[in-house]
């Protein structure tokens, strides 16, 4: 019975391991134009209530660190919040990834939405009332990672249902040029906003700006879900889905190199009120800058990836950022001039969106959609998963060693160890 329930499965194993490289959506049409995806009115409702969102987020997260690093002034309790937020996707994403597979889509990411939704408004009412301690902030951060261990793939999963396959890179790259021209705006709100009336309003925004996503959600036209006819367990399903991961030797890189840019790569930004307030010698409002000129190079580099500039080429367009992003880093970290700060930040926000923006088209363009939730929910957990233990390492060594020699120590990590997969697997670096 065993075997018959996974024959399916098997089967598909089988067929990945043989056809992985013909496993690749048809060629993006040239007349298509840069904003294809756009013509999908569900899409729209996504991408409207998506941005709105978002901003909220941006101005949450950038709240909560500069309210964290003024309660204590500890580089490593910025480290554990941001391992506190990420730690739950180590153990649950792949099985939001099975979750993703099984239930309805939409009503999944409803229910993620109510959640953030009203954790933000617990940790605005604590802070309106003055009794936010950083215990709390770590507690809130734990629950939110247990939302977005299935609100990461469910999101990544939802993108195909709403534009189909020809539109889906567009729309992966449209996605990352909205998620980040939130993250421009977001900041800059929140950098004005906590030098003004505080984090507090920056947390209740955030927790209103969710009803934008929830009501797109409801008002989008799809078909009716269908369950999937699996017999499968839900172990069996989350071990099928990593064996058909496995058997694919580019996706398999994609997934490492997700892994090594998740723990060393972008862990410097965990540092980032404590690199501006000692190495810079700024305030809030300076924190709020570099993080938006960070989000505007992220807008240019998801902008390029959309006008279909990486069409042909996303494997060099990945070699390149994956050399180019730590040496910005480098140079970043020892900058104390803060124009030239913000430019080397704007530099880091392209190489960030092009990495992870390729890797998502490149594994999406690849997995088949009866895997699609259980890759994606592999791909969150190096995303998120990982994250934490390359953010609470580099909050140690940032305040018990040194905040520039810390960021320079994860930059050549995330040079190496990168390299390595490029030569172990250099077929990536030819991927279409």
């Not at 060393?264 to 810079?280: D, N, Q, R």
């Not at 392209?350 to 009866?370: C, H, K, P, S, Y």
């Not at 905040?403 to 490029?422: E, K, Y």
């Amino acid at each position: 019975m065993e075997k018959m329930r996974d024959s399916h499965e098997s089967q598909n194993l089988i067929l990945a391991g043989q056809t992985d490289r013909h496993n690749v959506l048809p060629a993006e049409n040239d007349s298509t134009s840069s904003f294809s995806a756009m013509r999908h009115r569900n899409f729209q409702l996504y991408f409207g209530g998506q941005l709105i969102s978002n901003i909220g987020t941006w101005m949450q997260i950038i709240a909560q660190s500069w309210v964290v690093y003024q309660i204590g002034h500890s580089e490593v309790t910025l480290g554990l919040v941001a391992f506190a937020s990420a730690i739950p996707s180590l153990l649950i994403s792949p099985w939001g990834g099975v979750v993703v597979d099984r239930v309805s889509r939409r009503n999944l990411l409803v229910l993620t939405q109510i959640g953030s939704m009203l954790l933000a408004f617990i940790l605005a009412a604590l802070s309106f009332t003055g009794i936010v301690r950083e215990w709390h902030v770590i507690v809130l951060a734990a629950l939110l990672g247990v939302v977005n261990a299935f609100d990461a793939p469910a999101r990544q999963s939802f993108v195909p249902e709403m534009v189909g396959k020809a539109d889906l890179p567009n729309a992966i790259a449209l996605t990352s040029m909205m998620f980040n021209i939130a993250r421009v705006i977001g900041p800059a709100l929140a950098g004005l906003l906590l030098a003004v009336i505080g984090a507090a309003w920056c947390f209740t925004l955030n927790g209103i700006s969710f009803l934008a996503v929830i009501v797109g959600l409801w008002m989008m036209d799809l078909p009716a879900h269908q369950p999937p006819h699996n017999t499968a367990s839900p172990w069996q399903q989350m071990i099928g889905g990593i064996k058909y991961t496995a058997r694919s030797r580019e996706m398999s890189a994609l997934i490492m190199l997700s892994l090594v840019f998740s723990i060393f790569g972008i862990s410097y930004a965990t540092l980032m009120p404590a690199f501006v307030e000692k190495v810079l010698g700024q305030g809030a409002m300076a924190f709020g800058w570099v993080n938006a000129a960070t989000g505007l190079g992220a807008v240019v580099g998801a902008f390029l990836l959309a006008h279909r500039v990486s069409r042909g080429m996303r494997g060099k367009v990945l070699l390149f950022t994956n050399v180019a992003f730590p040496l910005i880093l480098i140079a970043f970290a020892f900058t104390v001039y803060f124009p030239l700060t913000l430019m080397l930040a704007f530099g880091l926000g392209v190489g960030f969106m092009a990495q992870f923006t390729t890797i998502n088209t490149l594994l999406q363009t690849r997995v088949e959609d009866a895997f699609r939730g259980r890759v994606m929910g592999l791909y969150t957990l190096t995303f998120f998963g990982f994250a934490p233990f390359g953010n609470l390492l580099i909050g140690f060594l940032g305040e018990k060693w040194n905040l520039s020699l810390a960021m320079t120590l994860f930059a050549i990590c995330s040079l190496v160890f990168s390299r390595l997969i490029f030569m172990r697997t250099p077929e990536i670096q030819k991927l279409p």
